[in-house]
């Protein structure tokens, strides 16, 4: 049996991924960390859990919570991350972090787009980008996971395909994207207060989001060359669900929808969490709020030369939570997809 | 020109107060004291009145404030209303106050369900109650008009007419009430923030809301004995909108839903605001979002000899800032439905 | 492995009952029936179950589909059912109905209620009533389980114990009740539109609901004496969830909030699936929206001597599909929770 | 007192109509046509105006309804104008028709588009593409106005301030845009049904939107030579509203954000319905919901040499039935704001 313990544990998070694994028999939750919530049963901060996973919260000393696991997984804000992490590392824990922290190569791009200080540098280069679809072999033998973030899973998954292939250019990528408001963690600010949220839709952090460089990172992986992107995510209101939508220009002439749907099936032809719909459709929130999948839609225009591509995920799921799961069971030696191939609430 | 101030401007009540007079040509907001927005044009806290009110709020200086208008709205919390509202009355000013603090002919039934000390008990006995399809003739020409509170409108409206010609009996009244939830203002509250709120239902201040006793407090005085009530509320994930189901026993068995119906249509017949529906039509709230008005629908369960009252209103119209604007109208002189006669907003 | 057919499968109660077995390594659903979708994917009518469940809809041939599967569940309009389920039983199968056709033991209380003649009444008193915290005996060894209507489920958990324990009054009783809009079914009609809905709250079926006399069978069963309910549904704009407010009479003065919750806890000591909360709490369909819990919270008012119960399902889970799931489990002698102890969508 | 006349008057755009002129004193509405609902009371289609608009429907027989007005406001599907707007023409009549009918120059564009015969092509070259922006002299003595459409309104009014000003490429532009799912009318569509919608965003009409060439020919107009655009509209799960984000290449590098938000500023000066925000700002479209404005924000992506233009508008005020109002206004020589600067709903 697995012994997980979960820090930041009270957030959407946190909360998403006591959900997935509350009911596994293979993996057991020894603790949940919130210092907010301290003393309290975790049924009482998520009364959904009742009876099913009622574990006090504990306070975070982080010597006596590193004694109570093996695998961690830690759901703190970036540079929180940078102080608790680095002391699981030293004590053999086995980590994968969700905040910004380590997922970046390069410190210089993490500091100017956080701009902060990183904390531990020295983690950075044996971090392991956390997506399964791009990094799998090297997760199963990670010290250290960097949970990738949402809208990066999203967007890297709709263009790979295109990218790694050759299908369009590496110059003027556009990315719009839009999210449910889980996205912005569990939060009692009047900006996503029910009455300022509902019935609204607006762009933010138009220019200057910090998922940019790290789209930017993967991309340009891909591509074996420096790939600038331009993303403007949008807050829908919604609670789960993430669409991006991105523009590609195509480099040769006369390639159909069809032949680039079959391309892009064939990409993930054994992944067991993206699925390539048929030429024609596209994907909807929906179909992936509550899940791990990730739904890519694909449309050639002919009269601009340009591949549009819709890709979608639940930002609690393939977007955070279900992802960090996904890479759980990789390095634990799980079945990948176990605990995971539940299907969404489409309702 | 009636020159109005507004203290407590920048909250929903006060939003609503200003997008119904921000075009009057009768009416000049001379002041909107925000003491957490002093210094900020009222159109950047609200950016939907931009280039429409774009005054600066300003902080309460009560000695200062006092000097810029003839009438008053506070939209304030119960107690503070206490601190400023007896220095404007004492300055010759005619107050609306939103609070609870002056709905109350018995103070002691505000300190036992408000659990604090009324500041200015010597104001209550003069304070209208500011209804005015009860209390029109009064509000004419108050000193200090008490803003009633949303389910008491909205229950007190649907009861009334029953009441009044003794169909129902006086005892076993059942108020089951659902309100959106910026009945519970513009707060930073992770209660009220969108995650929380969308997609669910759910009952609160079961049997100690301090609306109760101001329901009761009316009744009896129509009922002209004491009257208690059964009052539950509930919040539902909208914006706007208050709808009251009302349980009553009928005291002669055969009266039908057509005659209870021409009953409330009479009573309400000289009312712009109330419209009685049709026998077999039923209110909803989005006929009344937007608007000033109150929706009533009858039906009698002939096997139970009860009468079953469903009130629909705006919460943000009727149930406070229109119904404050009603009041400002009557106390001025003005046509009563002078910038109120609006249609909802259907969609 | 138990072999199951689903007629109506294409509706939400189809879909959630696919959700919830189609993972299921001892059940296989062996045919999902649907003359709409006839030769399509069920996966293509909910996409969300794309890689999950693909098998093609088949229209309703009886006799062909009767010999696909040894147990059937019908999610039928009334009266179709009344047309099906008796092939399906002359042919031995094992059925739990979703309609309201066999949930009456008196056919002509039925019959005035849904103003139509019972097709087959010969099976009413045979069938038995799929509620498992009621009947968990007689289910076990059905041929024909009536699955319970979503509100009388949420109401008759809600009342039962009170009742059985004699502390209130069979007078009398109130019940108010809110839906969430999957309540309807998955129908293209103007009322049930996004713009018609959304922000929208409203009773209806007012003084003659169906679930009435639903609700009245099981109380007077429990109470030994005719009982009847006043019962007013209302729909809030939110897909899942149910929440039913109960006014109760207290018989005798002076029992506490604490002593009732204890009585409740103690009636529901063994059920899997009812969670009576500490005093003091109340439920919220978020806790339950995507299981099959009920929540139930209890409130004495003491200046009024009644006794508050509200009680909270998701009428997609305990209130229709995770029931029917919950019944098959016991004809079929599984574990009773087996595939249901899954957590809520809280978010 | 001007007759208007309302054909296809119980859509969302017709009632939207309705609720901005019914209580107007310079205009009349002297008939409301509608099919669907002939000899009912307007209030009964739309309760909301019950007491306001009480008006019974028509049926739609033209050289009755022709006779009734003076000017007609057309609010039908495409194809049905092309049958009834040239016989009020024939009449004298004026007209402002919302159907994409007569909004193009050249009538193939149309034919392909919309894939249909035009069937009254002669009027084309004399219709005026209905926005006051660009068109306010010829509206004003048209005979037959082209009220444009919600995504090409918001479009063009983002982009025409950097076009027209040269700051930007006329290749490569993308807009990415956002709509409230009355956009989509008032319909019994599953696809448009509340557990359908809420919760869900989604792309649709991917690469070949009608509104594309209405936006191509406009902003061809206004570069002075042919301009192509890659459109992606979305539906997102709220009633009102619409967005969007338009990607712009700039022609020269250095310009910063503050020099184009003056740019803009200026050329929208004089409008009383367009505010351009202040450098840092961005639209939501709670600002603009129930009002007539449009919000215009914009961004200089430095990196990229990009400008970013978002637009907000309502789409059933600025983006149809607001525009169609303010164009009324300048054809009958009233105010060109009458009745039209009202702030919109925030909540």
Not at 181 to 197: D, H, I, N, P
Request: charged content about 25%; overall charge neutral.
């Amino acid at each position: 049996m697995l012994k997980l313990g979960i820090i930041g544990a009270t957030g959407y998070v946190g909360e998403e991924i006591v959900r997935l694994l509350a009911r596994r028999k293979d993996i057991e939750i020894t603790t949940v960390v919130s210092n907010t919530f301290e003393g309290k049963p975790y049924s009482s901060v998520y009364p959904s859990l009742r009876g099913i996973f009622d574990k006090v919260c504990e306070k975070l000393d982080i010597e006596k919570i590193a004694e109570k696991a093996d695998f961690f997984i830690t759901a703190l804000p970036h540079s929180v991350s940078g102080e608790v992490v680095p002391y699981l590392i030293s004590k053999g824990k086995r980590v994968i972090d969700h905040s910004g922290d380590f997922r970046f190569r390069d410190v210089s791009v993490y500091e100017k787009w956080y701009k902060t200080t990183h904390l531990a540098p020295q983690l950075t280069k044996d971090a392991v980008y956390g997506l399964p679809e791009l990094y799998r072999d090297k997760i199963k033998n990670a010290r250290l996971v960097a949970d990738p973030g949402c809208y990066p899973t999203c967007s890297i998954l709709g263009i790979a395909p295109a990218l790694v292939n050759k299908l369009v250019s590496k110059k003027g990528i556009i990315i719009d994207a839009v999210s449910g408001v889980s996205g912005a963690g569990r939060k009692s600010e009047l900006a996503y207060s029910f009455c300022e949220t509902a019935g609204n839709f607006k762009a933010y952090g138009v220019c200057n989001h910090r998922h940019t460089p790290e789209i930017e990172q993967e991309l340009s992986l891909l591509a074996d060359e420096e790939v600038l992107v331009s993303f403007t995510p949008h807050l829908a209101p919604m609670k789960r669900g993430m669409l991006a939508t991105c523009y590609l220009d195509l480099v040769a002439s006369g390639i159909t929808t069809e032949e680039i749907r079959d391309i892009y099936f064939d990409y993930y032809r054994n992944e067991p969490f993206v699925r390539v719909l048929p030429a024609g459709e596209m994907p909807e929130t929906k179909n992936v709020a509550g899940s791990n999948f990730a739904d890519i839609g694909v449309m050639v225009d002919q009269r601009l030369n340009k591949l549009i591509v819709v890709s979608a995920i639940d930002n609690l799921g393939k977007g955070s939570s279900g992802q960090a799961v996904q890479a759980l069971n990789i390095m634990a030696g799980f079945n990948e997809t176990e605990g995971l191939i539940t299907p969404g609430l489409y309702i």
